[in-house]
């Protein structure tokens, strides 16, 4: 069970530090950097912490541009941009992406083929894979955002995604988007999912971390922490606190899994 980490030793590492973090990016990571901020600034009031969203992309720019001191990305930051911004990349935690419908859609299961085929804008009835009579309504992330990156390379195998898909900014607004449409079909990190949407299988294996851990479900990213060089001494104590067992346990309260 989750503890709250103020009772834990891994907090001694701010003591006498103070001064600000600021943290965007990549929208996933948002519920563990916050419920970290808040144990770290309860045990140390002279530290102040700002988390923010805006995508994968937002976050390797922001971060890169020195206006955040840790851009967060649900992939693995380019050569490119390590070469641009000279970045130093973190990554704490595993996580699986699912394609996710309306909780009351009746498909419970699609094969790889049938999700590319549907986001391709191919197949654009439910009826056609097992569902009610119904058009198809899509919903997809941005460019920028890391879940598309893993979803589209891993599942869509850089297929191409039709042009009447609806885009919506984060996981948080794709969890409302399906929750409030029952014909949808969209994608979230599985640690986003709860009763407001469905995972669907795929090719008949559960959308869990516990699958995605043991290589049984193949839409899979890991979740970085990125700083502009070497961080600073109060950085470093922030991603060490992630690393840390405590910040495992803030990991898994979130649904997601802590890489050693």
């Known amino acids: ?11 001694d590492g701010f003591a006498g530090l103070e001064g600000s973090i600021s943290i965007a990016g990549g929208t996933a990571h948002i519920p563990v950097m916050t419920d970290a901020a808040k144990e770290i600034m309860t045990f140390n009031p002279k530290i102040r912490i700002t988390v923010e969203g805006g995508g994968s992309g937002a976050g390797v720019q922001k971060v890169g541009e020195g206006l955040v001191d840790i851009g967060n990305t649900g992939r693995a930051i380019s050569e490119e941009e390590i070469a641009k911004y000279g970045l130093k990349s973190f990554a704490f935690a595993l996580d699986g992406v699912a394609a996710a419908v309306h909780p009351q859609n009746p498909v419970e299961n699609l094969s790889q083929q049938q999700v590319r085929d549907i986001f391709a804008g191919t197949i654009t009835g439910w009826k056609d894979v097992g569902g009610k009579d119904g058009s198809i309504h899509l919903f997809s992330r941005d460019e920028a955002s890391g879940t598309r990156e893993v979803f589209w390379e891993k599942l869509l195998k850089k297929g191409p995604v039709a042009g009447t898909a609806n885009i919506v900014p984060s996981n948080g607004a794709m969890k409302i988007a399906i929750s409030q449409d029952k014909d949808a079909i969209g994608y979230v990190g599985i640690g986003h999912v709860d009763q407001s949407l469905k995972a669907v299988n ?11 851990m043991n290589g049984s479900y193949p839409v899979v990213r890991k979740l970085y922490m990125n700083t502009k060089g070497e961080p600073s001494k109060l950085i470093k104590a922030f ?12 990991i898994k309260k979130h649904g997601y899994i802590p890489l050693k």
């Not at 069970?1 to 907090?11: E, I, K, T, V, Y």
Request: proline fraction near 6%.
């Open 239 to 250: 991603i060490d606190y992630i690393m840390s067992p405590e910040g495992s346990e803030i």
């Open 202 to 212: 795929l090719e008949s294996v559960a959308a869990t971390q516990e699958n995605a």
């Open 1 to 11: 069970m989750f503890q709250p980490a103020a009772l834990c030793g891994a907090l």
